[in-house]
């Protein structure tokens, strides 16, 4: 059983119970903030204990679960995107009077989300993605006096029951063709008859599978509920959705492919690479179009996905770590262009509409450097982070004969650098007026703290690229089932 080596998820688990329990519980007014800080300590002994488990891989439950460098690094990505999601909601509406119910089902759908990446078994993979799915449901709509919040969940519930559906069928499709649901299992099966048998059945196994993940990860064509869903859930849900969920099912896509069918990476390269070709195009092009800055980081999340993917349309292990090390550049960017947007609806209303950044530079200088810095990251600018990932993606491409794919991303991303910039220009130029719209209120700290800190990552994770690849590296050689 080797119980002991599960002991991140225990962890989780019995913080997300506590807090939760915690709602049922008088608080007081002394106490409003211990969910918070209860949950903050849990995540910190999560990392702790992911970090002192770091080195040959132990499974647990006979091989339900896979503790390795690669389940375990993206697991600690996991744990800053619920731990900033957390600082974030401090003060948010969303969270007012139901902190307990908010910060529990942040803990609950992280927990689903490291269950994802730690996952040996199809069946395990798919408690992990509905984990991380219903909790992201009731997110979504948790704020329950706002229609868009309701609609939000209701969008997200339907269409995440239907990637649902064609998940489970897809994997009793991948069991009905290798007669095993353990990952290793697969790729042994697959490693032993060379060429799945019935070959149709393989394929039509592998579509189901691409078509189910690309729900979750917002990939075309079925991405359509992203823009609507990140518009109407609260902002930190909305952040959370965007790095943490992109995490797990990128996490998913890898343990799945690359991991365990890279035996049979014929039949699926070309299917991944269409999927990922065309999520960049149309993710960049929807954004042009957009003035509500929520939705046009819906767009942009639907593209960053496509970059995503080339990762894992390659199949090899440069592939992988250029995916692993972007997932890193994305959060952080990412997590800095959604705590200036958290910043700026609790000043304005409208505060999500691009409009009201108007000038918003010149009256928080450090808050225009950090979306500054987000912007021109998330469009691949040298020499921050983001230009670094998509570098090494599109190397990955080349070196694996897809060089057509790489040359797609690239126009993709000059096409984003319109509504990137169009962001910069408005936070830094005069407002309309000459006036500076900010109500002095002071800057929560918490919302600035993330903001700070991410902007920090995006050019820490350039300068020091070397040994977080490094890292990247054993986590990709991980992944790589023998």
Request: glycine share 10%.
């Amino acid at each position: 059983m080797n119980a002991g080596a599960a002991l991140a998820l225990y962890v989780m688990g019995a913080v997300t119970v506590l807090v939760l329990v915690l709602a049922v519980t008088p608080l007081g007014a002394r106490g409003r903030r211990v969910p918070e800080v209860l949950a903050l300590l849990g995540l910190a002994a999560t990392v702790a204990i992911a970090v002192a488990q770091w080195g040959e891989r132990q499974t647990a439950f006979s091989g339900e679960l896979r503790v390795d460098r690669f389940g375990l690094l993206l697991a600690i990505l996991i744990v800053i995107a619920a731990g900033a999601t957390i600082l974030l909601s401090w003060g948010e509406p969303a969270a007012a009077g139901r902190r307990p119910e908010f910060t529990g089902l942040v803990l609950a759908a992280a927990t689903g989300m490291m269950l994802t990446v730690m996952s040996g078994d199809l069946v395990t993979l798919f408690i992990g993605i509905e984990l991380l799915s219903v909790s992201l449901y009731v997110l979504c709509a948790i704020e329950v006096a706002r229609g868009q919040s309701l609609e939000s969940g209701l969008k997200y519930l339907i269409t995440g029951a239907i990637g649902t559906a064609l998940l489970i069928y897809g994997f009793a499709l991948l069991y009905g063709v290798t007669g095993t649901t353990s990952l290793e299992g697969i790729s042994a099966r697959l490693g032993a008859v060379g060429s799945p048998a019935p070959e149709p059945l393989f394929i039509a196994a592998i579509v189901l599978v691409v078509v189910a993940l690309g729900f979750k990860a917002s990939t075309v064509p079925f991405h359509m509920w992203t823009p609507d869903v990140y518009q109407g859930a609260p902002t930190p849900v909305t952040t959370f959705m965007a790095t943490g969920t992109k995490t797990a099912v990128m996490g998913a896509f890898l343990l799945v492919f690359t991991g365990a069918t890279h035996q049979a990476s014929g039949d699926w390269r070309v299917v991944i690479g269409a999927v990922a070709a065309i999520t960049m195009v149309v993710g960049n092009i929807g954004a042009l179009l957009q003035d509500n800055i929520k939705r046009m980081l819906g767009w942009s999340s639907i593209a960053q996905a496509g970059y995503l993917l080339i990762g894992v349309a390659v199949g090899t292990l440069a592939g992988t770590e250029s995916v692993i090390y972007y997932l890193f550049a994305y959060v952080a960017m990412t997590l800095a262009a959604f705590a200036i947007v958290i910043l700026r609806e609790r000043e304005v209303e409208n505060g999500d509409h691009v409009e009201a950044l108007a000038g918003y530079g010149r009256a928080r200088p450090w808050a225009g450097v950090v979306m500054t810095l987000a912007m021109l990251c998330l469009a691949g600018f040298p020499p921050l982070a983001g230009f670094v990932g998509k570098f090494l993606l599109f190397g990955s491409a080349v070196d694996a004969d897809m060089t057509w794919l790489a040359i797609v991303g690239a126009v993709a991303s000059v096409v984003s650098v319109v509504y990137y910039l169009r962001v910069v220009i408005v936070m830094w130029a005069p407002p309309p007026g000459g006036r500076h719209e900010v109500r002095r209120l002071g800057v929560p700290r918490a919302v600035a703290g993330v903001a700070i800190a991410a902007g920090v990552a995006v050019i820490a994770l350039a300068i020091w690229a070397q040994p977080v690849l490094d890292v990247c590296a054993d986590a990709a050689r991980a992944l790589m089932i023998p």
